[in-house]
C-alpha cells in the first residue's frame, strides 16, 4: 500500500516534517515488511485533517486486502466511522462487543456500564 508523504524534497530529514508525514513515514517502514495483522494506538492523534483521511483511507485499503486490523482510539466518531466491531474496554476487562453502525450511545453505555453486551 502506498503511504503519500509531503516534504520539500528526498533530503529531507524526517523530524522536520509534518507530525503527519512522520506518522506516515513510521506506517510505510511497518508496511514494507508486509504485515498479516496491524495494531494501530491512536493513529491519528495531534495530526491535521488531511493526514487523518490520507491514514483513514491507507487502513480501509490494508483491510479490504485482506490485513486484519485492530485500531485502539479515544476518538469516539473515528471508531464508529472505521469499525467492523467495536470491543470496549472498562475497567481492563471486555465490557462488551458491538457490530458496525453501533450508535456513540451504545459505546457509551458499555464504557460507563449502564449497557449489557451485544455480541456481533
Known sequence: AAVEIRGAGDD???RFLSGGNQQKVVLARWLALNPRILLFD?????IDVGAK????DLVRR????GAAVLMISSDL???LGMSDRIVVMRDGHV??????????????ALAVGTAREVVA
Open 12 to 14: 529531507q530529514e524526517i
Open 42 to 46: 491512536e493513529p491519528t492523534r495531534g
Open 53 to 56: 483521511s490520507a491514514i483513514h
Open 62 to 65: 490494508l483491510a479490504r486486502d
Open 77 to 79: 466518531p473515528e471508531l
Open 95 to 108: 465490557a462488551g462487543e458491538l457490530p458496525a453502525g453501533a450508535t456513540e450511545e451504545e459505546v457509551v
